[in-house]
């Protein structure tokens, strides 16, 4: 029987000719995808999605792109970003430097911030890795351009009055009180990101272990990850008392309106602007990721290293936790600086 396959296998090679070589093969999957007429950008855009980013990453990478496609239908550049060459991204990247857009009200216009700049052109960077990788590009024309850094900003958190004066407003005695109460407190003793707020089920509420999970950004959640988060006694209570007001209609959200519908994350966004409306701290932005940073930055005070912090916040990478570090010495000096006298005695 061996022998049989070994023969019809020889004919079958014998009659289709010699393998072709590997650069070829390459060369006709290259000419097929062009010849899809699909820009390569749309197929990038398409793939990201199809391996689970998130609504929001797919909404930089778009961005990203259309602008440099914008830029580059203006200057009769090639519209083609295969095509581009250093020089092409170079003059972008000036443009972006000296470019001015117009502020929501009209009437006033400033440049581009650099973090949105770093974006773009972090963007357009993952887009030519991913054609280097994939093969569908042989030369990657961002190689050696350095491009504009991100600003390192300082992180407002909260203190103990803010967060105080928002409990203040929430009383527990009221199903709504008890709701939007529990989930301060759940935003600000686990860290977790808005989207996954929402994301938290009943059903996955593990009272025994003091555990929960939750999911990330968009229908995608966030690649398609989950994480498991741990609740401590406070967060356990405060979700206790929400569960006593709340609605029973057959959904599983954990997070509900008045009437049982699952809370979206626009509606946690309402809670916590209707509190910020009522208690006023012009020190500190009130919203959902200024509980996440707060968290970040009580956990390191706590002795704890980036790396730990990293894990409990869901961070992929470092560079999402380190601006953390950067913003606990920057109040530490602060404060440190407040209780010092360095020219105590001199006569000034």
């Known amino acids: 029987m061996h022998e049989l396959l070994h023969q019809q296998n020889a004919q079958i090679q014998a009659k289709a000719g010699p393998r072709p070589l590997a650069s070829s093969i390459v060369a006709t999957q290259r000419s097929s995808f062009y010849a899809s007429q699909r820009p390569l950008h749309e197929w990038f855009l398409l793939t990201r999605e199809a391996d689970g980013c998130s609504k929001s ?14 830029f580059c239908e203006t200057e009769g550049f090639p519209t083609d970003l295969a095509n581009l060459e250093s020089e092409h991204l170079i003059a972008w990247l000036v443009h972006l430097r000296n470019r001015t857009d117009k502020n929501p009200d009209h009437h006033s216009t400033n440049k581009l911030k650099q973090n949105t700049m770093n974006g773009y052109w972090r963007g357009v960077k993952r887009f030519y890795k991913w054609g280097i990788e994939t ?5 990657d ?12 900003s300082f992180v407002p958190v909260f203190k103990e009055h803010h967060v105080a004066a928002m409990l203040d407003l929430c009383p527990p005695n009221t199903p709504w009180g008890a709701r939007d109460r529990a989930i301060i407190i759940t935003l600000l ?13 009943l059903t996955e509420l593990d009272m025994e272990h003091h555990r929960i999970t939750v ?25 206790l008392d929400w569960l006593m007001f709340r609605p ?31 208690i006023k701290a012009p020190d500190v932005r009130i919203s959902a990721h200024t509980f996440r940073h707060t968290f970040a930055i009580n956990v390191l ?11 409990v916040m869901g961070h992929e990478g470092l560079e999402s936790t380190e601006i953390y570090v950067r913003t606990l010495s920057q ?14 005695g001199w006569r000034l």
């Open 141 to 152: 024309p961002t190689i050696g351009i350095k491009g504009p850094k991100a600003k390192r």
């Open 135 to 139: 093969g569908k590009l042989e030369y």
């Open 248 to 278: 029973d209609n057959g959904s599983d959200a954990l997070w509900t309106t008045s009437t049982g519908t699952p809370m979206t994350t626009n509606a946690v966004r309402l809670v916590i602007r209707r509190l910020a409306a009522k």
């Open 301 to 311: 005070r706590e002795g704890k290293d980036v790396r730990f912090l990293q894990a």
């Open 57 to 70: 990453t797919l909404r930089w990478f778009s961005s990203s792109l259309k602008d440099l496609l914008t």
């Open 189 to 201: 003793l686990t860290g977790v990101r808005r989207e996954e707020l929402v994301s938290m089920r």
């Open 215 to 239: 999911r990330g950004k968009g229908s995608n959640q966030k690649g398609s990850k989950e994480r498991t988060v741990y609740l401590d006694r406070k967060v356990m209570r405060a979700i």
């Open 331 to 344: 109040e530490d000096a602060l404060e440190w600086r407040k209780g010092i006298d360095p020219f105590k």
